[in-house]
Antibody
Framework: EVQLVESGGGLVQPGGSLRLSCAASGFTVSVNYMSWVRQAPGKGLEWVSVIYSGGGTYYADSVKGRFIISRDNYKNTLHLQMNSLRVEDTAVYYC??????????WGQGALVTVSS | DIQMTQSPSAMSASVGDRVTITCRASQGISNDLAWFQQKPGKVPKRLIYAASSLQSGVPSRFSGSGSGTEFTLTISSLQPEDFATYYCLQHNSYPLTFGPGTKVDIK
């Protein structure tokens, strides 16, 4: 079964760091484009970042310089390192396989709450 | 960055109604547009890609059209399970951008 399972969400203070992980099964992360998409409580969807099969990356302006997308090919896992977190980064974060944009499967979502 | 707008932002409709949602891009994006459906508490689901191609497993009552800057999602006969929020997404250039969403609820 093609599946993504996320972990690593939680409560963090402003200025803190958190790393999300997304373990894939049924397909190989390294040969696919993989994206992160987030959704603040009660708000719409916001694309966050992508990593190409070749290793190139892109970020939304709102997270550029603070977030880093990466992957572990041996563990078939995608990561999102989030630094200098702000209250406005509070959201459910989804990992998703990308094929002409987020296509699927999607992870179940990891809630990140930034609050003092 | 390419900005996406949607109209209407919300609508009430009845089962059996024909529903049309419009998405506009701030600049031409060819047919690099997708439509997503999201129900409360659920992950988004892609319905349409390349502006008019139906994702596998999606009912044929959903259709998409358009190119350039104006796109539409049409539900030919609204079903109870279609009450949800719909988002468009441009994937022509980074950063990818979603529209603000259209909430379709029961009249």
């Amino acid at each position: 079964e093609v599946q993504l399972v996320e972990s690593g969400g939680g409560l963090v203070q402003p200025g803190g760091s958190l790393r999300l992980s997304c373990a894939a099964s049924g397909f190989t992360v390294s040969v696919n484009y993989m994206s992160w998409v987030r959704q603040a409580p009660g708000k719409g969807l916001e694309w966050v970042s992508v990593i190409y099969s070749g290793g190139g990356t892109y970020y939304a302006d709102s997270v550029k310089g603070r977030f880093i997308i990466s992957r572990d090919n041996y563990k078939n896992t995608l990561h999102l390192q989030m630094n200098s977190l702000r209250v406005e980064d509070t959201a459910v974060y989804y990992c998703v396989r990308d094929n002409s944009g987020p296509a699927g499967p999607w992870g179940q979502g990891a809630l990140v709450t930034v609050s003092s | 960055d390419i900005q996406m707008t949607q109209s209407p932002s919300a609508m009430s409709a009845s089962v059996g109604d024909r529903v049309t949602i419009t998405c506009r891009a701030s600049q031409g994006i060819s047919n690099d547009l997708a439509w997503f459906q999201q129900k409360p508490g659920k992950v988004p689901k892609r319905l349409i890609y390349a502006a008019s191609s139906l994702q596998s497993g999606v009912p044929s009552r959903f259709s998409g059209s358009g190119s350039g800057t104006e796109f539409t999602l049409t539900i030919s006969s609204l079903q109870p399970e279609d009450f949800a929020t719909y988002y468009c997404l441009q994937h022509n250039s980074y950063p990818l951008t979603f529209g603000p969403g259209t909430k379709v609820d029961i009249k």
